[in-house]
C-alpha cells in the first residue's frame, strides 16, 4: 500500500488538473450512512418506494418523512479528514470536485469548485413546477416545521431538490463533470461505483489520458479499471497520500 500511496501522492503533486470524484464512503467516518453494503440505506428501505418521482407522487408524506430523518442524522454530522483534505486540494487551480453525496459535507469543508450531481438534501424546489420554484431554495431548518413542506413560493408541495432514479442530472452539473474529465489525474473516492452517469466519469477520464485512481475499503466494479486502486477509508488514506505530496 505504501508504494500505491507515495506513486498517487507523486502523480497528483506534478499534475496541473486533478479531478476528485467521491460517493457516500467519504462521508461514512462523520456518521453518515451509505447506501450500499452492510448498513447501508437501501437495505432497509427499497430505493423504488423512496426516491423516485412515481414513490412521491403516491406518497409524499412518506418519503418525505424519510428525509427529514435523514437531514436528522446528517445534520448531527461534522465533515471528517477525508472533506478537510479535499477540501484544501480544492484551493489549487485546477482541482474539481465532483460529489454524488446531498449532505453538503464537502461545502462545509469549504471545498471549492464543487459539482453537487445529485443535489442536496438541504435544498427544494416546486413539485408543482411553479416558476420561482423550479430554483432550488435552501432550507436548513431541524426539524422541519412542517413535512410535506410547502413551496415558499406557490404554497404547493416542495420535494427535495435530489436527482431521483429515473430523473435526469442537471444539464450544467452533468456538463461541468464531464469537462472535469480531462484532467491529469483522476480520483475515485468511497463510491460503489454502479450508479451512472457518475460511474462512468473514471472511464472517460481514462480514455481521455488521465491516470486514475480509487480509494474504497473494498474493490469495486472500477477497480480493475483503474490505474491505482488502494483499499482502505477514505479518511485514512487521503491525510497519508497528503503527507506523502511534495
Ligand atoms: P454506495 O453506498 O453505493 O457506496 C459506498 C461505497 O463507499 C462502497 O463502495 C463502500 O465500500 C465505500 N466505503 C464505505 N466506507 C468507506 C470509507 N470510510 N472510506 C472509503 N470508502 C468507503 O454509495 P454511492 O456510490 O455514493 O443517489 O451511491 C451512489 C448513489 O446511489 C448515491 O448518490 C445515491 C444512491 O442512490 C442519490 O442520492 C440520488
Ligand atoms: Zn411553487
Given at each position: ?95 474539481t470536485v465532483v460529489t454524488q453525496n446531498v449532505d453538503d459535507l464537502h461545502l462545509r469543508a469549504g471545498t471549492r469548485n464543487l459539482v453537487r450531481l445529485h ?12 416558476p420561482e420554484g423550479a430554483v432550488a431554495w435552501r432550507d436548513e431548518r431541524q426539524p422541519l416545521p412542517e413535512v410535506p413542506p410547502r413551496c415558499v413560493h ?93
Amino acid at each position: 500500500m505504501h508504494d500505491r500511496i507515495e506513486s498517487l501522492a507523486a502523480r497528483i503533486g506534478a499534475a496541473a488538473r486533478v479531478t476528485i470524484l467521491t460517493g457516500a464512503g467519504v462521508s461514512a467516518a462523520s456518521g453518515v450512512p451509505t447506501f450500499r453494503g452492510r448498513d447501508g440505506l437501501w437495505r432497509q428501505h427499497r430505493a423504488e418506494d423512496l426516491a423516485t418521482p412515481q414513490a412521491f407522487r403516491r406518497d409524499p408524506a412518506l418519503v418525505w418523512e424519510w428525509y427529514a430523518w435523514r437531514r436528522e442524522t446528517i445534520g448531527g454530522c461534522r465533515p471528517n479528514a477525508a472533506h478537510e483534505i479535499i477540501a484544501r486540494w480544492s484551493q489549487r487551480s485546477g482541482c474539481t470536485v465532483v460529489t454524488q453525496n446531498v449532505d453538503d459535507l464537502h461545502l462545509r469543508a469549504g471545498t471549492r469548485n464543487l459539482v453537487r450531481l445529485h443535489g442536496s438534501i438541504w435544498e427544494q424546489t416546486c413539485w408543482n413546477a411553479c416558476p420561482e420554484g423550479a430554483v432550488a431554495w435552501r432550507d436548513e431548518r431541524q426539524p422541519l416545521p412542517e413535512v410535506p413542506p410547502r413551496c415558499v413560493h406557490c404554497g404547493s408541495l416542495a420535494r427535495p431538490a435530489i436527482v431521483w432514479f429515473g430523473e435526469s442530472l442537471r444539464h450544467e452539473d452533468l456538463a461541468a463533470a464531464m469537462t472535469a474529465t480531462a484532467c491529469d489525474v483522476f480520483l475515485t473516492v468511497g463510491t460503489s461505483s454502479v450508479v451512472y452517469p457518475a460511474a462512468g466519469l473514471v472511464h472517460e477520464a481514462r480514455a481521455r489520458g488521465a491516470f486514475t485512481a480509487e480509494i474504497n475499503l473494498e474493490a469495486t466494479g472500477a477497480s480493475d479499471g483503474v490505474d491505482v486502486a488502494i483499499q482502505g477509508g477514505a479518511e485514512v488514506v487521503l491525510p497519508l497520500i497528503d503527507a506523502a505530496i511534495r
